[in-house]
């Protein structure tokens, strides 16, 4: 069978390159195959990088196959080699594990308890000041944990918009912050009630509620919404 691509990647037309294609327009925009290709990155003499990608899908009977496949059987394939099966391997199973982080398997927020179980291991032992957001559903399921700031080890710099960034683009609902204290004493700055107080304003503006703001010690905890602060 004839094969799509024959020429080089770096010889085809800026605009219809995989990785600038998917630069451009996006993954979805991509076949199977030019996504493939820039895992591979490389083809051979014989073969672009598609072309190659387009043999190896033929070869197993499509994608499911090649995610079936072993290290040792995508080696055997000419161009391939252990190196690359060994990316494809990993991208499979990053695949995966995104396919099997169902909405049951989401962590549940509903009070500071539960956010000082989540964080505190990871936080606690920081020597710097890390300003975390976490960003709820309608029923305040974790969609996303991002570290908005690390700062010195007596403050961070945080500022609404990164805050609220993330938070637009998973459609969160509601947002809780948090941040550790590298003394150990989560006792609430003048700083601390004033970056609350800033986050609450933008989220009424921008329509994506401010929960609560921990603050997180060694082994300690405080709320500030508990202290009647927010």
């Not at 309608?138 to 700031?149: A, F, G, H, I």
């Not at 637009?168 to 204290?181: E, F, G, L, M, R």
Request: with cysteine.
């Amino acid at each position: 069978m004839e094969e799509r691509y024959t020429v080089a990647i770096k010889e085809l037309p800026s605009e219809e390159r995989p990785r600038e294609r998917l630069q451009r327009y996006g993954a979805q925009a991509l076949s199977t195959a030019e996504l493939l290709a820039i895992v591979l990155r490389t083809g051979t003499k014989e073969r672009s990088a598609i072309g190659l990608a387009e043999h190896l899908l033929s070869l197993h009977g499509g994608l499911r196959g090649v995610a079936n496949a072993s290290v040792d059987e995508m080696a055997q394939v000419k161009g391939l080699g252990p190196v690359k099966g060994i990316q494809i391997a990993a991208c499979v199973e990053l695949g995966k594990r995104l396919a099997s982080y169902t909405e049951e398997t989401r962590p549940v927020v509903r009070t500071p308890e539960d956010v000082a179980h989540l964080l505190m291991p990871e936080m606690r032992d920081a020597r710097r000041e890390h300003f975390v957001a976490l960003l709820l559903d309608t029923k305040n399921r974790v969609l996303k944990k991002c570290t908005v700031s690390v700062g010195s080890l007596d403050s961070s710099i945080v500022h609404p918009r990164e805050v609220f960034k993330d938070a637009v683009s998973v459609s969160a609902a509601a947002v809780i912050v948090c941040h550790n204290h590298p003394s150990g004493d989560p006792t609430p700055s003048p700083e601390d009630r004033m970056v609350t107080a800033r986050l609450c304003e933008a989220g009424k503006v921008m329509g994506i509620e401010v929960l609560d703001h921990v603050v997180l010690g060694d082994g300690r905890w405080v709320s500030l919404k508990q202290l009647g602060w927010m």
